[in-house]
């Protein structure tokens, strides 16, 4: 029988984590459910996908706003700090912002405009286009902004004014909020940089110093070790934090590495299959409508096996079918098709058959076919197995 079903994705529900709790056998134990009361028939290279939260949890990593204050007041002896492109986020960075605030420095805030780096918009492009505005040399000032441009930019889908939600974790004067893309304008008026920019930072950091800036760090420089037995991350610091409460963040997790392949070793044990395993994060895909570029956490995933290193190698299929064999129908045009799925080679060659096939990351690819399964709220979740990815059309 022509097999009629390729990749498919399932979301498999698991009780509430907490910290301690021995996360590779409650997957492995809730995985297992599924599959012996759906029936599923385990395959070497299916996928299993875990949202990064629940490791985090897991592993308690957690960080409170007085540790990130004491970490800042650790690492810079200035009396000002300008923070360079934050994305505008309550769950991001607000509760880093509060941290910030604590530490009693004054502090400049550099806005890019018209909108942050994954797309959540500051201003109207089309409005600073009008007014004939260098988005690349202008550095604005609140009181530009208005005279300017009129009244402040609600965010589109949130309807919030992020400029005053930044403005109001400071104390009166403690604050000033500026608009700039340039670089060079932010060196000569800083004494000290934090880069909050998440995927242009170690370009940012080294043209920073490369400009005399005197201290210049990173959000992966804080909370990269642990303050007073808190939580850390040795990679990211405070990259990938969300929102845990008005007093915590939760923290990117650790040793994905090795928890992904404890995961994979236990499947083994229990199916006999070699299944791959990852953790990811955000997914790496645009709103085309919004214009936001779902992808805060500084990579899709932090830890994941073996088989998920690579780039898909991929033919067009509708290109065959219009072009190679354009002359077959039915049966014929189907089994000219498979074959040459199945000769194809693994080179890197651009050539018309492969155009358009998405030449991204594996774990690029997969998590964010996860992180679209699970979302980001009360579906409930959050270990998404994954079918068939690896077969083609060959493969009956």
Not at 288 to 306: C, K, L, M, N, Q
Request: glycine letters at 8%.
């Amino acid at each position: 029988m022509t097999r009629l079903i390729g990749t498919t994705a399932i979301g498999i529900r698991l009780p509430i984590i907490k910290e301690g709790d021995d996360l590779v056998k409650i997957v492995s134990d809730c995985f297992m459910e599924v599959i012996n009361y759906e029936n599923i028939e385990v395959k070497n290279t299916d996928i299993i996908g875990i949202t990064e939260s629940l490791l985090a949890r897991a592993q308690g990593n957690y960080v409170t706003l007085e540790e990130i204050a004491k970490d800042i007041n650790a690492k810079y002896t200035s009396d000002e700090i300008s923070i360079v492109h934050p994305i505008l986020s309550r769950n991001r960075f607000l509760n880093i912002l509060k941290a910030i605030a604590m530490t009693g420095k004054n502090v400049k805030i550099y806005l890019s405009y018209p909108d942050d780096e994954v797309g959540n918009q500051l201003m109207d492009r089309y409005e600073i286009m009008k007014k004939g505005l260098n988005i690349y040399t202008d550095t604005l000032t609140e009181e530009d902004y208005i005279r300017i441009l009129g009244e402040k930019y609600l965010h589109p889908f949130t309807g919030l004014d992020y400029t005053e939600i930044y403005k109001s974790v400071f104390e009166k004067n403690q604050v000033d909020i500026l608009y700039s893309n340039n670089l060079d304008d932010i060196a000569k008026n800083s004494e000290s940089i934090l880069i909050a920019n998440i995927h242009d930072r170690d370009f940012l950091k080294d043209l920073f110093i490369s400009q005399d800036v005197k201290e210049v760090y990173t959000l992966a420089d804080i909370m990269n070790a642990p303050i007073d037995g808190s939580g850390f991350n040795e990679d990211y610091g405070l990259y990938g934090s969300n929102f845990s409460s008005d007093d915590a963040l939760k923290l990117f997790p650790r040793d994905a590495k090795k928890f992904v392949n404890d995961v994979q070793e236990e499947i083994i044990n229990r199916t006999g299959k070699n299944v791959e395993v990852l953790i990811y994060g955000d997914g790496a895909f645009k709103d085309p409508v919004g214009r936001i570029w779902e992808f805060a956490d500084p990579i899709v995933s932090p830890g994941f096996t073996d088989g998920l290193i690579g780039r898909p190698n991929e033919v067009k299929m509708k290109y065959l079918a219009d072009n190679n064999f354009a002359d077959l129908t039915g049966e014929d045009a189907i089994k000219a098709v498979k074959e040459m799925i199945k000769t194809k080679n693994d080179d890197d060659s651009t050539d018309n058959q492969k155009l358009g096939t998405t030449p991204r990351q594996l774990t690029d690819l997969v998590g964010s076919l996860c992180d679209l399964m699970s979302g980001s709220g009360d579906k409930g979740t959050p270990v998404i197995y994954i079918r068939g990815y690896f077969d083609n059309y060959s493969v009956d």
